[in-house]
């Protein structure tokens, strides 16, 4: 069974539609900006925030309307909204904290993940209430495997899978923490490398066993896999074995070779042990000469 994505959308603090995000991109130009005493926490941090005026559906908190911005560009791209509605349609959300805000000035209850799911099911009319994936970083790249694992099964036709997430004092003050937050803008792979920059954003995509659900499909899925190296809970293996492992998984369901791929995703959090293991887990798959992001 072939599998396609198309009808995809973004917002972050370069845009709100992809077209945008990737215009700026192009031409230089960073979301990151000094935010002196961030979220009160007495140390310049340099962040990624998404400015309101940017959120195109307003909504009860930030978080959601930056996913609802994102989904109804996301459903621009189909040739008929209502199918989200159809109970041949899952949806999955893809977030580490979800609306962690509401710890700040609420009770700890609102902050849970399902109100979110409830919220996406009431507004959209769906069949289905959404799936939650909940696993830090790579929470939208499990939706995406997770979405075609759903269409392969036969447990659903289409998947719209959202990935969302916040900067927070809750997310900033635990990477400052472990002493993981860049002094400036960060420099992934670079021997200078000293942290991350945290940022916000929202994006959604369709998956889908029929392609003329889409004004234009984007692409094929192809494969992916998932691997826990079992290493710590906050660092990675030093020889990149979680890493090295799922995308030897990816390739062999993909029928591809690692000299076929052109470019790759990376974490990249410009963490020293993080950008290390991916390196390590390239070289030894005889990717190190693949362009990579982070």
Same mark, same amino acid.
């Given at each position: 069974?072939?599998?396609?994505?198309?009808?995809?959308?973004?917002?972050?603090?370069?845009?709100?539609?992809?077209?945008?995000?990737?215009?700026?991109?192009?031409?230089?130009?960073?979301?990151?900006?000094?935010?002196?005493?961030?979220?009160?926490?007495?140390?310049?941090?340099?962040?990624?925030?998404?400015?309101?005026?940017?959120?195109?559906?307003?909504?009860?908190?930030?978080?959601?309307?930056?996913?609802?911005?994102?989904?109804?560009?996301?459903?621009?791209?189909?040739?008929?909204?209502?199918?989200?509605?159809?109970?041949?349609?899952?949806?999955?959300?893809?977030?580490?904290?979800?609306?962690?805000?509401?710890?700040?000035?609420?009770?700890?209850?609102?902050?849970?993940?399902? &109100?979110?799911?409830?919220?996406?099911?009431?507004?959209?009319?769906?069949?289905?209430?959404?799936?939650?994936?909940?696993?830090?970083?790579?929470?939208?790249?499990?939706?995406?495997?997770?979405?075609?694992?759903?269409?392969?099964?036969?447990?659903?036709?289409?998947?719209?899978?959202?990935?969302?997430?916040?900067?927070?004092?809750?997310?900033?003050?635990?990477?400052?923490?472990?002493?993981?937050?860049?002094?400036?803008?960060?420099?992934?792979?670079?021997?200078?490398?000293?942290?991350?920059?945290?940022?916000?954003?929202?994006?959604?995509?369709?998956?889908?066993?029929?392609?003329?659900?889409?004004?234009?499909?984007?692409?094929?899925?192809?494969?992916?896999?998932?691997?826990?190296?079992?290493?710590?809970?906050?660092?990675?293996?030093?020889?990149?074995?979680?890493?090295?492992?799922?995308?030897?998984?990816?390739?062999?369901?993909?029928?591809?070779?690692?000299?076929?791929?052109?470019?790759?995703?990376? &974490?990249?959090?410009?963490?020293?042990?993080?950008?290390?293991?991916?390196?390590?887990?390239?070289?030894?798959?005889?990717?190190?000469?693949?362009?990579?992001?982070?």
């Amino acid at each position: 069974m072939e599998i396609y994505l198309g009808a995809a959308s973004a917002i972050c603090p370069l845009g709100n539609s992809l077209e945008e995000i990737f215009e700026m991109m192009a031409s230089g130009k960073t979301g990151i900006k000094s935010q002196p005493n961030a979220f009160g926490l007495g140390k310049e941090e340099f962040l990624g925030i998404i400015p309101e005026s940017l959120i195109s559906h307003k909504e009860s908190t930030k978080l959601r309307g930056m996913i609802c911005t994102s989904i109804q560009e996301t459903l621009n791209g189909l040739q008929n909204q209502t199918i989200i509605e159809s109970a041949e349609t899952r949806v999955i959300l893809c977030t580490t904290k979800g609306e962690i805000d509401k710890l700040e000035s609420e009770r700890a209850e609102p902050a849970q993940l399902y &109100h979110l799911s409830t919220f996406l099911q009431e507004k959209y009319k769906l069949a289905h209430q959404p799936s939650i994936i909940s696993s830090a970083c790579v929470s939208g790249l499990l939706g995406v495997i997770n979405a075609a694992r759903l269409i392969h099964s036969g447990a659903a036709k289409h998947v719209l899978v959202i990935g969302a997430d916040l900067v927070t004092k809750f997310t900033l003050s635990g990477f400052i923490s472990f002493y993981a937050t860049a002094t400036t803008a960060s420099k992934p792979y670079d021997k200078s490398r000293d942290g991350i920059n945290l940022g916000e954003a929202a994006a959604s995509a369709v998956l889908s066993s029929d392609k003329s659900i889409f004004v234009s499909p984007l692409g094929k899925y192809l494969g992916g896999a998932s691997a826990n190296d079992a290493n710590h809970i906050s660092g990675p293996s030093r020889t990149g074995e979680g890493l090295y492992r799922s995308i030897n998984k990816a390739l062999e369901q993909s029928k591809l070779s690692s000299s076929e791929i052109d470019f790759i995703s990376a &974490h990249g959090t410009a963490t020293a042990f993080n950008d290390e293991m991916e390196a390590i887990a390239f070289d030894r798959l005889e990717m190190n000469q693949v362009p990579l992001n982070s």
